[in-house]
């Protein structure tokens, strides 16, 4: 059975840090891509930040560049995002994923509150 479950989400105020953790089961970690995606109330969901399975190269979206990392521990089947500088603007529900392009495989989390207010 897949698993795959976020944390650390919260309230925190502007200039804070946050660091989110997504746990992983039920599949071959190391074999997927991961990702975070953030969907804020009446907008669309977006990628915020990827690593790949093997070389571990990152992307981010440009709003969270030089804020946010990406990282993953294949060992603890865990991504981890962490978020510092925050904004109100990155108050959102956070989504984890994990993909495979060949075959399209997605699994995704069930979400996590990001509040970044005074």
């Known amino acids: 059975q897949v698993q795959v479950v976020e944390s650390g989400g919260g309230l925190v105020q502007p200039g804070g840090s946050l660091r989110l953790s997504c746990a992983t089961s039920g599949f071959t970690f190391s074999s997927y891509g991961m990702s975070w995606y953030r969907q804020a109330p009446g907008n669309e969901r977006e990628l915020v930040a990827q690593?790949?399975?093997?070389?571990?190269?990152?992307n981010y979206a440009d709003s969270v560049k030089g804020r946010f990392t990406i990282s993953r521990d294949n060992a603890k089947n865990t991504v981890y995002l962490q978020m510092n500088s925050l904004k109100p603007e990155d108050t959102a529900v956070y989504y984890c994923n994990a993909f495979t392009v060949v075959p399209v495989t997605s699994y995704w989390g069930q979400g996590t509150q990001v509040t970044v207010s005074t």
């Open positions: 690593i790949t399975k093997t070389l571990r190269i990152t």
